[in-house]
């Protein structure tokens, strides 16, 4: 993997003309696996050129010929599901298994939103004036610029990219600098597939430069971001004099509430799998489980034992759980370990590296008891592998703390009530909701995103709203001559 061209401008790809970029594997990190000069401002400018020159053509193409070249991606995806995976998995450090889940994931993202190229409708409306026929069309927004993390590096450009092409957009696209090959493999599918030149764009470089060109720039008609709070809200903020569409889905602190009628063992399956999966580096992980204090001991001992079942390991060997991606997430893991007993939780299982493993990312899943629901490790995120278990004495408190975090963005609940269940939908301050489920995962044709500090609340990710997000409604008057 010496390849060190990862700026694809107006379907050329070219050497960065930044600084040096290096991409680790987090399970031996010792050496980079691929050192590659990042883009430089001016080839962020240069890419935003490339995609409004083609905009008017690619907003004008057939919108058969926009379906077709994406199910032509979808195609190539699954085609190339091993390489991709074991690419994904490589520098980003998840089970090889989760990685080919991903990329098929992606697949059917572009299955589903090519569909939505001769879905592109609008609403006739009755007119006030009886000489006046009054309708709406939809339009694409133009130049888009889609910001992504690593912790789905093939799956969030894919729910972004598709529906963003299949609306007629074009795209410049800035991955996380931590996970830029998969990214790469994913442009050079779609320009394989067909996509024209100056339609997709991708710029690599960091965040503090590239992303923010991208999202400074006059030309770009609408930011797509998913990442970290403090960054969504800054671009949010950068972006709101010029009054575009943005959206920016961000952090989480999601609760698994646990109800006294639950079904303990699925409880526990849930929240094991929403904690540990992934390595906890998921936007809906579990990292709040609320007990009611009647099941907490059985709903305690139950997750503990699960937490002690899972292998760590490299994901090329199919663990249950990889390694954190960087050093910073490492560092900041064992730091939140080390937080937890500051604050008087107590450690139940989990803290450590794992033995054998002292040279990659590792941490053994983690449980804390007797959390403090206001204390910084029941409060902040932390993208680990490290469950806080709070009990509560009932509902209204369940509620209460489930609702008292900056976050709001997945939250499930446990119970037999489907009355309770009901309730908790209405009360529960989250954008996605599990009744007897994981906080974790979601369909594509299902809106995603969250509340409070976890979304600019503007226009959900997939199903219908994607499609709302990247196209502008107009209203059309037209009165007969
Ligand atoms: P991050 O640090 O916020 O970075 C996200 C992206 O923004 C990266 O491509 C980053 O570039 C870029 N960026 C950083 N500063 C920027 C700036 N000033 N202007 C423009 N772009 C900028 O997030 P991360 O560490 O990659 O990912 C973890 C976070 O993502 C967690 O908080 C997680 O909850 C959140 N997340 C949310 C969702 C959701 O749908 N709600 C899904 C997944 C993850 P570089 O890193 O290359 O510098
Ligand atoms: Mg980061």
Same mark, same amino acid.
């Given at each position: 993997m010496t390849d060190t061209t990862y700026q694809y401008i107006d379907g050329e790809w070219l050497p960065g003309d930044g600084e040096d970029i290096s991409v680790v594997n987090p399970a031996e990190p010792s050496d980079p696996i691929v050192s590659f000069p990042a883009a430089s401002r001016d080839q962020a400018a240069a890419a935003i050129g490339a995609a409004d020159d083609a905009r008017a053509d690619w907003a004008a193409t057939i919108p058969d010929e926009r379906e077709s070249l994406l199910y032509d991606v979808a195609?190539?995806?699954?085609?190339?599901?091993?390489? $991709?995976?074991?690419? $994904?998995?490589?520098?980003?450090?998840?089970?090889?298994?989760?990685?080919? #889940?991903e990329v098929a994931r992606t697949a059917d993202m572009f299955r589903y939103f090519a569909g939505y190229a001769r879905r592109t409708t609008g609403e006739t409306v009755p007119s006030s004036d009886p000489e006046t026929f009054t309708y709406t069309i939809r339009e694409p927004l133009g130049v888009v610029a889609l910001v992504t993390p690593w912790n789905f590096p093939i799956g969030t450009p894919g729910w972004k990219l598709a529906p963003a092409l299949a !609306?007629?957009?074009?795209?410049?696209?800035?991955?996380?600098?931590?996970?830029?090959?998969?990214?790469?493999?994913? %442009?050079? $599918? +779609?320009?394989?597939?067909?996509?024209?030149?100056? %339609?997709?764009? +991708?710029?690599?470089?960091?965040?503090?430069?590239?992303?923010?060109?991208?999202? !400074?720039?006059?030309?770009?008609?609408?930011?797509?971001?998913? #990442?970290?709070?403090?960054?969504?809200?800054?671009?949010?903020?950068?972006?709101? !004099?010029?009054?575009?569409?943005?959206? !920016?889905?961000?952090?989480?602190?999601?609760?698994? %509430?646990?109800?006294?009628?639950?079904?303990?063992e699925a409880a526990a399956d849930a929240a094991a799998v929403g904690a540990f999966g992934g390595t906890g580096q998921a936007c809906t992980a579990t990292s709040r489980l609320l007990v009611h204090e009647d099941v907490a001991e059985a709903v305690i001992e139950a997750v503990v034992d699960r937490a002690e079942a899972m292998t760590v390991g490299p994901g090329m060997t199919n663990p249950d759980i990889g390694p954190a991606v960087s050093a910073d997430q490492d560092e900041n893991n064992f730091g939140y370990v080390n937080v937890g007993k500051a604050e008087g939780a107590t450690l139940r299982t989990g803290g450590t590296r794992p033995n054998g493993l002292e040279t990659g990312y590792y941490i053994e899943p983690t449980v804390f008891t007797?959390?403090?629901?206001?204390?910084?490790?029941?409060?902040?995120? /932390?993208? #680990?592998? /490290?469950?806080?278990?709070?009990?509560?004495?009932?509902?209204?408190?369940?509620?209460?703390?489930?609702?008292?975090?900056?976050?709001?963005?997945s939250a499930s609940v446990f119970t037999a009530d489907m009355a309770r269940a009901r309730a908790f939908t209405h009360r529960i301050e989250a954008g996605v909701i599990k009744i007897n489920g994981t906080t974790t995962g979601s369909d594509i044709q299902m809106p995603f995103g969250g509340m409070k500090a976890s979304s600019s609340e503007t226009k959900k990710e997939l199903g219908q709203s994607a499609y709302e997000f990247y196209t502008h409604e107009k209203a059309v008057y037209r009165t007969d001559p």
């Open positions: 195609d190539r995806l699954e085609d190339n599901v091993d390489e $991709l995976a074991e690419i $994904l998995t490589t520098e980003e450090g998840k089970p090889i298994s989760s990685s080919r #889940g !609306t007629g957009n074009t795209v410049v696209f800035k991955p996380s600098s931590e996970t830029p090959m998969v990214a790469k493999r994913l %442009v050079e $599918l +779609l320009a394989a597939a067909g996509i024209p030149d100056g %339609v997709v764009n +991708l710029v690599v470089g960091a965040g503090s430069t590239v992303g923010d060109a991208l999202t !400074t720039d006059d030309r770009v008609d609408g930011v797509s971001f998913t #990442g970290s709070t403090d960054v969504g809200r800054h671009i949010a903020d950068a972006v709101a !004099t010029r009054g575009i569409p943005i959206q !920016t889905e961000m952090g989480g602190k999601n609760p698994v %509430v646990v109800l006294p009628d639950a079904d303990v007797d959390v403090d629901p206001d204390s910084r490790l029941a409060q902040d995120e /932390v993208f #680990g592998p /490290v469950l806080s278990i709070i009990e509560v004495c009932d509902f209204d408190e369940a509620i209460d703390v489930a609702n008292g975090v900056d976050y709001g963005l």
